[in-house]
């Protein structure tokens, strides 16, 4: 989700920039095809850049083989991530997207003490276990006073390529009764597309349909 919103982001001129705040489970590079390790100077290090001018830093950026473990405790990771917004030297951005990992951990502790956020977008999945879970991020977010922008569905459906009808496969959503609950937008429901996985694995995320996270872009735009 953090890759498309960011080439979506782009492909309307903005200047984006994504810090992969995921350390133990990186693939924001793979995603964009990038494999190179980074470099830097005196002052920092220079992010990674996609085909399309997306700037962007990760562990796996920084390890001689990108399936090598990261092996590291909370407190290493947390200080990793303020260390990627404040030692990597960023070129003129817009619009900066953190990947978090799920839950409300060392992580996003850290991103919401520590980096100036302008607000979140909660990613979700249609089964009733992950909704506690999302609920979770939405009271952390509000304990905090870092500003929900709204939701989005991963995985929502599938649509059937004969018929059209939209296969619910991972059960009902329940993504409208938590945006109800809590006065939320849902922004996006993205459906599982063979295509778009294809794209993401094959480092193509660039190439990938974005239409159906127009309304997330406005959410963001309009900040």
């Not at 909704?131 to 009271?139: D, F, G, L, R, T």
């Not at 059937?160 to 009764?177: I, M, N, Q, R, T």
């Amino acid at each position: 989700v953090t890759s498309l919103l960011s080439v979506a982001m782009s492909r309307e001129g903005n200047r984006v920039a994504i810090l992969d705040g995921d350390i133990t489970g990186p693939s924001i590079p793979k995603s964009f095809g990038v494999h190179e390790s980074i470099g830097g100077n005196d002052y920092g290090m220079f992010p990674a850049m996609s085909d399309t001018g997306i700037q962007m830093i990760s562990t796996n950026l920084l390890l001689e083989e990108e399936t090598q473990p990261v092996l590291l405790r909370g407190p290493v990771i947390a200080n990793m991530v303020a260390q990627y917004f404040t030692d990597v030297i960023w070129h003129d951005v817009d619009y900066m997207f953190v990947d978090m990992p799920p839950g409300t951990g060392d992580v996003a502790l850290t991103v919401f003490q520590q980096l100036p956020v302008d607000g979140i977008i909660i990613v979700t999945t249609p089964q009733e276990l992950v909704s506690m879970i999302v609920e979770k991020a939405i009271n952390m977010a509000n304990m905090m006073n870092i500003p929900v922008l709204g939701i989005v569905e991963n995985m929502s459906y599938v649509e059937c390529p004969d018929c059209g009808k939209k296969l619910y496969v991972f059960g009902e959503s329940h993504a409208k009764e938590i945006t109800d609950k809590y006065g939320l937008e849902l922004l996006a429901q993205i459906p599982l597309n063979p295509v778009t996985a294809h794209l993401v694995d094959g480092g193509n995320v660039e190439a990938a349909d974005t239409d159906c996270l127009a309304k997330a872009v406005e959410k963001i735009k309009s900040l």
